[in-house]
């Protein structure tokens, strides 16, 4: 009775391979769902461009599409393609408050609609 027969060792081997290909066909499962989720997620939270005005001191008003993730040095460079501008010459402001590199438009408080005005750089003393 405890002898195994050529048979039954080839069942127990079959049945083994296909708990393997079920566990592995579950795993393979929840990836696909886990990958789904994130691109979903991705999507979601996609960063929705808005447009800002830039108020030049000739006077002149552009519109400019950004990100809220852009830095001023994205937007510089934006400015500097619509108008010639180097972006080493722009001073760009907000509220009355000089910006600084480093932060994007959000951190800023910039958001659609906002208006920035744009002063050059005094080269001499």
Same mark, same amino acid.
């Given at each position: 009775m405890?002898?195994?027969t050529k !048979?039954?060792?080839v069942y127990r081997s079959s049945h083994n391979h296909l708990q393997v290909k079920k566990s592995l066909d579950r795993f393979h499962e929840e990836q696909r769902k886990q990958q789904q989720e994130y691109i979903e997620m991705k999507i979601k939270n996609r960063r929705k461009p808005i447009e800002i005005g830039v108020q030049i001191q000739? !006077?002149?008003k552009i519109t400019i599409t950004c990100s809220p993730d852009d830095t001023l040095d994205d937007v510089r460079e934006k400015v500097a393609m619509k $108008?010639?501008?180097s972006?080493?010459?722009q001073v760009l402001m907000f509220n009355g408050i000089k910006l600084m590199d480093g932060d994007n438009l $959000?951190?800023?408080g910039i958001i659609q609609a906002a208006t920035l005005f744009l002063t050059l750089r005094n080269w001499g003393g």
């Open positions: 405890g002898r195994k !048979g039954s060792t000739s !006077g002149r $108008e010639d501008i972006p080493d010459q $959000e951190d800023l």
